[in-house]
Structure formats: C-alpha cells, structure tokens
Antibody, heavy 120, light 106 residues
C-alpha cells in the first residue's frame, strides 16, 4: 500500500524559508505515470494547489507562488520536497503531499498533512 | 485561473437521503473533474475522477456526472460516515483549482 509522509518544521519565522519533505513508501517515485505534488489548506479554508514535480525533474508551479516555490524530486531517496521562501502569516496552512495521476489529473494518494505556522 | 463554484455551501440531510452537490467551472474543462471527501483533521480522499470514474474502494453509492462546465456528485443513500466536506477539482488546465467545498451535515 502506497504511503506518503510529510516531515519538516512546524514553525517558521516570517521572511524565512519553509522546507518540507515527503517520503514515499510502498511504491517507487521513479514512475512515468505519476506526478508528485504539494497542496495546502489554511486553517478553516479550502485547498490550494502549490505545484508538482516529475521523476525526470520537470516541475509546474502555481503562478500565484512563482518565484517563491521550488519542488524537487529525489528518486534515489524516494522523496520529494517543497521550499517556499519569504513566508508570511498568509502561508500558515496544513501542507499535504500527494500523488497525481498523470493521465487524469486527480490526486489518488495523500499524506496525512503537516501544519506549518508562520510566526515570530 | 479557472474558478470552481460549488453549491450549496452547506447541505443538511439524514441517513438514507439522496444528496446531490453541484460544481460549476468558469470555463470548459471537458471531463477532467475530480471529487474528494474530507473529514475533520484528515487529508482529502479521492472519490471520483474524470467526472464519473469511481476510485477503487469507494462505495458505489457515490456517483458523478456532467461535462464541460457543469458537474454533479450524487450520494444515493447517505450513511453516517458520509457526513464530511466535499471538494471538486478541475484537472484540465494548470493551475489545477478546487471548489470552495460543500459541508454535508446531519
């Protein structure tokens, strides 16, 4: 059974960089039919697509975050990561990693999510 | 970005009821629409992909239909475990976007 697990600091100071890692187990990240993505959900609010990465290294980012976000895929560790720079309180959210099925665009496996709070 | 608008925002129902949630896209998305169920403190769970395909393991009381801009999620006979928030997501154009959610409450 595929599992995804987010890890990283739960508290980040304003203007600093948020860094999260998603570890994939029970399946290989080195698979051409899947992309690997990050989605976030501010407390009490809806879902926002951050971006996706591919085993080949290609990426796509939400234009609302372009310039601040980097997603990278490490096939040797079966992990992918998220970096978001210059964070503000508006970046406080539960961050989810998920697997996106390339052919249909849906997210079929999700991590449990990790709350990241931006505060001094 | 494509805007996804769900209605209603909240729906009250009882066990055994049939419930329909709608999702409208601000422009055509063909059939690239997914539905998710989210319970408090949990990650969303994929129910339906490509408008009407049932994700493996999801009960058959869930069904989806629609095309282009108008889509529906139907739960044929509500069970107690179905009370949750439901989101639609378009997968036709980047950035993929979600509806604002529909809370299904008792």
């Amino acid at each position: 059974q595929l599992q995804l697990q987010e890890s990283g600091p739960g508290l980040v100071k304003p203007s600093e960089t948020l860094s999260l890692t998603c570890t994939v187990s029970g399946g290989s990240i080195n698979n051409s039919i899947y992309y690997w993505g990050w989605i976030r959900q501010p407390p009490g609010k809806g879902l926002e697509w951050i971006g996706t990465g591919y085993y080949s290294g290609s990426t796509y980012y939400n234009p609302s975050l372009t310039g601040r976000v980097t997603i990278s895929v490490d096939t040797s560790k079966n992990q992918f990561s998220l970096k978001l720079t210059s964070v503000t309180a508006a970046d406080t959210a539960v961050y989810y990693c998920a697997r996106r099925v390339a052919a249909v665009g849906s997210l079929d496996y999700w991590g449990q999510g990790t709350l990241v709070t931006v505060s001094s | 970005d494509i805007q996804m608008t769900q209605s209603p925002s909240t729906v009250s129902a009882s066990v055994g009821d049939r419930v329909t949630i709608t999702c409208r896209a601000s422009q055509g998305i063909s059939r690239w629409l997914a539905w998710y169920q989210q319970k408090p403190g949990k990650a969303p769970k994929l129910l339906i992909y490509a408008t009407s395909s049932l994700q493996s393991g999801v009960p058959s009381r869930f069904s989806g239909s629609g095309s282009v801009t108008d889509f529906t999620l139907t739960i044929s006979s509500l069970q107690s475990e179905d009370f949750a928030t439901y989101y639609c997501q378009q997968a036709n154009v980047f950035p993929y976007t979600f509806g604002q959610g529909t809370k299904l409450e008792i």
